[in-house]
């Protein structure tokens, strides 16, 4: 199975920073990465799909990058809206792997 | 618009069973792969099983393996989740999920999640 690992667990970050997380996965899944946000109580939602491709509805200001194992999301300019966690997913093969997760806070 | 709506959790003891149930709206269910995923109280997202389109295949995390099945009625618009040998650690938000495409390629619609308890 793919073991997907992200990096840092949590982040304290403040309004308009620049914010850059890592997904490592534990063998090459190609571009078959996905991140969503969820935010407390509520349902996680999709911003990236196969790596960089940003999902209808979803910020500008949210990007992502990589290939093969490493892979980022990045997000320009922090907005109070994104403090939330942020959890990558490879869909290269089953059994569909989460990373363990991204708490974003206000610092 | 799309919309997925679980239900069928609850407390439920050790040992026993629970069947999930999740209808789904707004789109052709018979032309998507459809997912469950749960949360832990506290916890992050753990992926529990896919289900093609058509039903003819079916993937399981090794967690639930075996006592987990994975199923749909396209006729009937909804997908399932039957739930045998529950333990603690299944207790978990359960969320019905939409992929993207036939199979798996991304899960773009989630459900808002019903809570399965597994307590004496």
């Known amino acids: 199975d793919i073991q997907m690992t992200q990096s840092p667990s949590s982040l304290s970050a403040s309004v308009g920073d620049r914010v850059t997380i890592t997904c490592r996965a534990s063998?090459?899944?190609?571009?078959?990465l996905n991140w969503y946000q969820q935010k407390p109580g509520k349902a996680p939602r999709l911003l990236i799909y196969?790596?960089?491709s940003l999902q209808s509805g979803a910020p500008s200001r949210f990007s992502g990058s990589g290939a093969g194992t490493d892979f980022t999301l990045t997000i320009s300019s922090l907005q109070p809206e994104d403090f939330a966690t942020y959890y990558c997913?490879?869909?290269?093969?089953?059994?569909?792997?989460f990373g363990q997760g991204t708490r974003l806070d206000i610092k | 618009q799309v919309q997925l709506v679980e239900s069928g959790g609850g407390v439920v003891q050790p040992g026993r069973s629970l069947r999930l149930s999740c209808a789904a709206s707004?789109?052709?269910?018979?032309?998507?792969?459809m997912h469950w995923v749960r949360q832990a109280p506290g916890k992050g997202l753990e992926w529990v099983a896919v289900?093609?389109?058509?039903?003819?295949?079916?993937f399981y995390a090794d967690s639930v393996k075996g006592r987990f099945t994975i199923s749909r009625d396209n006729s009937r618009n909804t997908l399932f989740l039957q739930m045998n040998s529950l333990r603690a650690e299944d207790t978990a938000v359960y969320y019905c999920?939409?992929?993207?495409?036939?199979?798996?390629?991304?899960?773009?619609?989630w459900g808002q999640g019903t809570l399965v308890t597994v307590s004496s």
């Open positions: 999920a939409k992929d993207h495409g036939s199979g798996w390629t991304y899960i773009d619609y």
């Open positions: 063998q090459s899944i190609s571009d078959y």
């Open positions: 196969t790596t960089s």
């Open positions: 289900i093609q389109y058509d039903g003819g295949s079916k």
């Open positions: 997913q490879h869909s290269y093969s089953a059994p569909l792997t």
């Open positions: 707004g789109f052709s269910l018979s032309r998507y792969g």
